[in-house]
């Protein structure tokens, strides 16, 4: 997921947490990325999970998730990656919270 923005010379541009930004370099900076829908699927699966408990824990169908991992699934709804990120974030923070 991307975003373009163009800023020309004495243009800024003020983020949601009140981050004023002026070059194209700074807002890029400001922004983290977000990682695609299949890299969540992955990482959730790597420690552990299966399609079923990851369908089980999310209520995204097994078949949407298989077209996720697999990246033959392009056009993720909002709440389905906001869910698959729920997830990782809760598989994962006893993993980083250990080490």
Not at 24 to 39: F, G, K, R
Not at 82 to 99: G, K, N, T, W
Request: glycine share 6%.
């Amino acid at each position: 997921m991307s975003r373009t923005i163009e800023l020309h010379p004495g243009e800024s541009v003020t983020l949601a947490d009140g981050t004023v930004v002026c070059a194209v370099h700074e807002l890029a900076a400001a922004i983290p990325s977000l990682p695609e829908p299949s890299d969540l699927v992955f990482a959730i699966k790597a420690a552990g999970l299966t399609q079923q408990q990851i369908k089980d824990k999310t209520g995204i169908s097994q078949s949407t998730i298989s077209k996720i991992e697999r990246g033959a699934h392009s056009d993720v709804r909002a709440r389905t990656y906001r869910s698959l990120l729920d997830l990782h974030q809760q598989v994962l923070a006893p993993v980083v919270a250990v080490a």
